[in-house]
């Protein structure tokens, strides 16, 4: 049990250090590797056809690119660590919750995941093969607001009706709440 906390702290360095050694890899070798590919000089075959349009493109149009999608994994990295800590955290707190049942954790981590791809607009999906779709912003009417706001009022209604009583709490709730 004494090796409990050092396996903790292990995983912790691990995780938090791993960005950064990729941060720094990609900051050291990234754009040599990428210039390779683009001139198709690496002993890899695979490699050098990832870049198949070099006439089309120049070659800071793909390191863009490249930069583009190696910070956008970090940060989908960085997040999406935070949601399993997040989630580790809840199943610590609360273990008879039904949000810390395992089905139920693994598709809201899943589901936070793919937000997050659309939120930082990362090219991953695009790398699938048949996919088809692209990601475009498409401004939503205004009454589309309401619907996230809607849990919270009806949990506003709920906890200000359950306990009458508590005069100062409910007021308080009704005015944060808005």
Same mark, same amino acid.
């Given at each position: ?22 941060? @720094? ?25 990832? @870049? ?10 793909? #390191? ?33 919750? #039904? ?7 693994? @598709? ?66 009704? @005015? #944060?709440?808005?």
């Amino acid at each position: 049990m004494p090796f409990r906390h050092l396996k903790v702290r292990a995983g912790l360095v691990l995780g938090l250090t791993s960005p950064l050694l990729a941060a @720094i890899g990609y900051a050291l070798w990234g754009h040599e590797l990428v210039r390779r590919m683009y001139e198709q000089t690496l002993p890899l075959t695979a490699l050098n056809q990832l @870049i198949k349009r070099q006439a089309q493109h120049p070659l800071s149009y793909y #390191l863009g690119k490249a930069d583009q999608a190696v910070w956008g994994l970090l940060l989908l990295y960085l997040a999406a660590g935070g949601l399993a800590w997040g989630a580790v955290w809840w199943r610590r707190r609360w273990p008879a919750a #039904l949000v810390a049942q395992p089905l139920w954790t693994s @598709i809201l981590l899943a589901t936070g995941g793919y937000w997050l791809v659309f939120l930082l607009q990362l090219p991953l999906l695009q790398l699938l093969p048949h996919w088809f779709w692209s990601l475009a912003l498409t401004p939503l009417p205004w009454w589309w607001l309401g619907l996230p706001l809607l849990p919270l009022v009806a949990w506003l209604v709920v906890a200000v009706m359950g306990q009458p009583g508590r005069v100062g709490r409910n007021l308080l709730l009704l @005015i #944060l709440g808005g």
